[in-house]
């Protein structure tokens, strides 16, 4: 049986507040991980494609989220937010 503080115990802990409470944690552990990121892409002299490939994936996930909501029955919703995309661009 391990200890109350071996490392078995601190790793499902931590599964625990990432799973249990991912509501709350989920923008903080995203805005650290793109600021480490965005740091990283800076040194190394990389910043404009950092900066592109952040956008691609955001519009990747905005249409996956886009299908998926139309898919659960939103099409109305849907079918304004693309509405609105065109009318944007």
Same mark, same amino acid.
């Given at each position: 049986?391990?200890?109350? =503080?071996?490392?078995?115990?601190?790793? *499902?802990?931590? +599964?625990?507040?990432? =799973?249990?409470? =991912?509501?709350?944690?989920?923008?903080?552990?995203?805005?650290? %991980?793109?600021? @480490? =990121?965005? *740091?990283? $892409?800076? +040194?190394?002299?990389?910043?404009?494609?950092?900066?592109?490939?952040?956008? /691609?994936? $955001?519009?990747? /996930?905005?249409? $996956?989220?886009?299908?998926?909501?139309?898919?659960?029955?939103?099409?109305?919703? %849907?079918? *304004? /937010?693309?509405?609105? @995309?065109?009318?944007?661009?």
């Amino acid at each position: 049986m391990p200890g109350p =503080l071996s490392p078995r115990r601190s790793f *499902a802990g931590l +599964a625990v507040v990432i =799973l249990g409470h =991912l509501g709350a944690l989920l923008p903080a552990f995203a805005g650290l %991980s793109a600021g @480490m =990121l965005c *740091a990283e $892409a800076f +040194a190394r002299g990389h910043m404009a494609q950092f900066i592109a490939g952040l956008f /691609v994936t $955001a519009v990747i /996930v905005a249409a $996956a989220w886009l299908v998926a909501w139309t898919a659960l029955g939103h099409w109305r919703t %849907s079918t *304004a /937010v693309l509405l609105i @995309m065109a009318a944007g661009a």
